[in-house]
């Protein structure tokens, strides 16, 4: 079981790093990251996906546009940030449950990027 929990987490990892290296628009990405949360991750209601759906958009709009005028470590600065703020966004989506899932999820995908 954890075995094929570790599977999923770098087929994911790796399919949102190659669309994310592909130049994907902030719409494809949003769509990506929330099909892959509810899909893979936790299960949505309707109203959630589309709630988590805007949220994830937000954010994507919002590094993009600072990929076009910052450097990469002011990038990777500004997203630390953003990924706080839209945890808290995402927090009011879930139930507790299923946001403790979500930050097991993104926290593993943290330390995956960092080595």
Known sequence: MIKQG????????????VFAQRGMSAKEFAKQETRLL???I????EIQ???IYNV???????IQEYKKSASREQVFEIRD???K???????????NEQ????????SKQTERRKR
């Open 81 to 83: 940030r953003l990924k």
């Open 99 to 106: 946001y403790n899932k979500y930050i097991e999820f993104t």
């Open 56 to 62: 994830n958009l937000k954010y994507a709009n919002k």
């Open 38 to 40: 509810k899909d893979e």
């Open 42 to 45: 936790i299960d949505l209601t």
């Open 49 to 51: 996906t589309e709630r």
């Open 6 to 17: 570790l599977i999923i987490l770098l087929i994911v990892v790796s399919t949102i790093t």
């Open 85 to 95: 703020q839209k945890n808290t966004d995402i927090k009011k989506i879930l139930t």
